[in-house]
């Protein structure tokens, strides 16, 4: 029996494991995917004793884009000073393993199964979504397996997420707030960032990210100064090769961030901002350690090894992300610009000096409750073809047929629906000459079926 104890180092198998029929029988407790509130989970952490209630330091971040990437960098930086660190993160992309993070190691079959079994029997067949009833299964290994801190990312909203359960977390975060869930949280940025805020908590110190929205601003403000929530001013300032950061307990130098992208140096940013008031050490050294050996995938990832890649012609390059609102778009258009001047997506020069840019070619999907429109429309221009496909398993994705004309609609001429993602890559390369660089988007669902797809 798996000792509750213990953070396992047994990675998850890839085939069927003792979790998957609990994890099946779990999404039958509830007739809904999405039913935000917080009393059934309050009933069900009180029938397995609080195990929210005694937790290392929490750091509870919220937001729509970056969420995912700043929880990276936070586990980087105090794991590379030697702290023990929990992590909860949604969804997954392979395998819901993905979700739970103990002691630095991903959770072991046996170990999440004995957990979700132990949460189906105090739940007792009582109506609870999959997502609040896995939520509280996390709560319960992080209270049995000894740790230094715990990040949690909440999974939608902030106010009604069953994360939201910790009455005093160490520090509270919001990533940049755009437009997303709105059938959840409201057609205004206003009512999406009041939404954020409610995991707010009175003299708990907030960290913000930059604002594209002076009214998700102002309202993130007017929410923490109501509760007496003191927000914690930083800055993180690119240089050439890095950037400055600044806040009131640290001011240092640092090299770009290991994940690809200009827009990683705000989320980096707002993870040190967070280490400020945890009761941990996390030395320059360690920023540095960490900043480099961050990983998260599906955002701005180069895939270089499987069979998609190496269907490739030889000097091609592919690319996975995950993004799949408006802002995301817009943060894979400035890449796009990026690209075109001959820098690739840590910065660094890419390609032969003289080297004619490489033409960015689009494999798209997404789920029907996103915009299309708003994703595809800043990144439209940067496009030569797009390649459509529905996300593999996915009940609520887009026909391929649905995607391709919302490409055409947004101005990609050469766009056409494809049966999956191998078939899209092969008509891509049909017929063109010279190497160019493919760009799989569009969903984290069809992110994690490619890299399942890639081994």
Not at 262 to 285: E, K, R, S, T
Not at 311 to 331: Q, T
Request: with cysteine; charged share 20%; proline share 7%.
């Amino acid at each position: 029996m798996t000792d509750p104890t213990k953070a396992p180092t047994k990675a998850p198998t890839t085939g069927p494991t003792r979790s998957d029929p609990v994890l099946e029988r779990l999404k039958g407790l509830h007739p809904k995917v999405i039913d935000l509130s917080l009393d059934r989970v309050h009933r069900l952490l009180a029938a397995l004793g609080h195990p929210e209630r005694r937790l290392p330091p929490v750091v509870h971040v919220a937001g729509t884009n970056g969420k995912g990437s700043t929880i990276a960098f936070l586990r980087a930086m105090l794991e590379a000073a030697g702290h023990r660190v929990h992590v909860y993160t949604s969804p997954h992309l392979v395998r819901f393993h993905e979700r739970i993070r103990l002691a630095g190691a991903l959770i072991d079959d046996d170990h999440l199964a004995a957990l979700l079994e132990e949460c189906e029997r105090a739940n007792a067949g009582g109506p609870i979504t999959f997502f609040e009833v896995t939520t509280v299964a996390a709560f319960l290994a992080f209270s049995r397996v000894p740790a230094d801190v715990v990040l949690l990312e909440t999974g939608l909203g902030g106010r009604l997420d069953a994360t939201n359960v910790v009455d005093r977390p160490a520090v509270t975060a919001i990533t940049r707030i755009s437009y997303d869930h709105r059938q959840f949280l409201g057609n205004s940025l206003m009512e999406i960032a009041g939404e954020k805020a409610g995991i707010f908590k009175p003299s708990v110190p907030v960290v913000l990210a930059e604002q594209p929205a002076a009214d998700a601003l102002r309202t993130l403000s007017l929410r923490a100064g109501a509760i007496g929530a003191p927000i914690q001013g930083w800055s993180a300032t690119p240089q050439p090769g890095g950037f400055r950061f600044e806040s009131a307990k640290r001011r240092v130098d640092l090299p770009m961030p290991g994940l690809p992208g200009a827009h990683q140096i705000g989320n980096a940013g707002l993870a040190l901002a967070c280490l400020d008031h945890l009761p941990l050490a996390v030395d320059d050294a360690a920023v540095v350690t960490g900043l480099a050996a961050v990983e998260w995938p599906a955002r701005l990832q180069r895939l270089r090894r499987g069979p998609l890649a190496e269907a490739l012609p030889p000097g091609w390059e592919l690319w996975l992300d995950g993004g799949h609102n408006d802002s995301a778009g817009e943060v894979l258009a400035r890449q796009a610009v990026d690209w075109a001047a001959g820098a690739d997506a840590s910065g660094d020069s890419s390609g032969a000096a003289g080297e004619a840019p490489r033409p960015l070619l689009l494999i798209y999907g997404m789920l029907a409750s996103k915009d299309p429109y708003e994703f595809l429309a800043p990144l439209a221009p940067f496009a030569h073809a797009m390649r459509t496909v529905a996300i593999p398993g996915e009940e609520a994705s887009l026909t391929a047929e649905e995607s391709a004309e919302a490409g055409r609609t947004c101005g990609i001429q050469d766009t056409a629906a494809a049966a999956g993602v191998a078939e899209a890559l092969a008509s891509l390369t049909e017929g063109r000459d010279g190497p160019a660089r493919v760009l799989i988007c569009g969903s984290l669902y069809l992110a994690g079926a490619v890299l399942a797809e890639n081994g």
